[in-house]
């Protein structure tokens, strides 16, 4: 009997609207309901995630960040958090400026009430409509650099940058050495790159085992699901782990567990209702 199920978003719980389905919600309410633990990992920010799950009434734990900061959704009850130093933070933010490079710095500012940190003059609208933060993020918890002490943050969770892919490619040269942080790299639309700095020690995995340990939840009572990269330990270790239907080659071929349907098709939701049969019914 399966204990535990982590979740990724996007691809996976989320559509390709960014919705989540009433199905789904009121069945992963059955299953905590049921004593079933219930865990979110994704690559985004803590403070993205509460709209997209505002209908789950529940202090579930939210591995964000990929792995550098979890809280529970309700209480906001701090697990874990893995902060990029003050010294790696500002090697990349100096050679980001000499550059004529834009940083978006995601920090761990909960108390003061801003999230992230963005180069003055750029324009906060046109900043949520490039994807690198969710437009249901409020402006209000954007901040200039000039609004703040920028070269004494502390609490930096990920540096991130979005443009062509000639230039990321280009400042990517700069850091690939660099031992101490994680580098992520992704493509967006618009033929755009994203480029994010982590802590080398920001693991959603280890985050989320460290978790299950304190909770005596076995890896062999997890089943999880993802379709990208960065779900690859999660969907590799859990007792049953699951590649969507949409999710890219290289997870599928670590398992044989592959959703009959996509994201857009509630296949997390259909998969769920199969394993846990006993709770939801059929």
């Excluded at 992963?28 to 865990?39: K, M, T």
């Excluded at 090697?91 to 940083?103: D, S, T, V, W």
């Excluded at 963005?118 to 046109?126: F, Y």
Aim: net charge negative; charged share 30%; hydrophobic share 40%.
């Amino acid at each position: 009997m399966f204990k535990a199920v982590c979740l990724d978003l996007d691809g996976t719980l989320l559509d390709d609207d960014k919705k989540i389905s009433d199905r789904s919600f009121l069945l992963l309410d059955n299953l905590i309901e049921n004593g079933i633990e219930v865990i979110i990992a994704t690559g985004r920010h803590f403070y993205m995630v509460s709209d997209f799950l505002k209908p789950l009434k529940r202090d579930i734990m939210v591995c964000a960040n990929n792995g550098a900061m979890s809280r529970f959704k309700e209480s906001n009850k701090l697990v874990n958090v893995e902060y990029v130093s003050n010294c790696k933070f500002l090697e990349i933010y100096n050679k980001a400026l000499e550059c004529g490079m834009n940083p978006y710095i995601y920090v761990d500012s909960f108390v003061d009430g801003y999230h992230l940190a963005i180069k003055d003059g750029q324009p906060k609208k046109s900043h949520f409509e490039e994807n690198i933060v969710d437009k249901k993020i409020a402006v209000d918890s954007v901040r200039y650099f000039s609004q703040i002490d920028v070269k004494s943050l502390e609490t930096v969770l990920c540096i991130a940058f979005l443009d062509q892919k000639e230039r990321i490619d280009e400042f990517f040269e700069y850091f690939k050495d660099e031992e101490d942080l994680v580098k992520n790299l992704y493509f967006v639309p618009n033929g755009k790159k994203v480029l994010e700095f982590q802590s080398k020690k920001a693991d959603k995995w280890i985050a989320i085992t460290n978790y299950l340990k304190s909770k005596n939840i076995s890896l062999s009572e997890v089943v999880s699901f993802g379709d990208e990269f960065n779900d690859k330990s999660m969907v590799k270790n859990s007792g049953m782990g699951f590649a969507m239907k949409n999710g890219i080659e290289e997870l599928k071929s670590l398992t044989n567990n592959i959703t009959e349907f996509t994201n857009n098709e509630d296949g997390v939701y259909f998969e769920l209702k199969k394993i846990f049969k006993d709770i939801v019914g059929e």
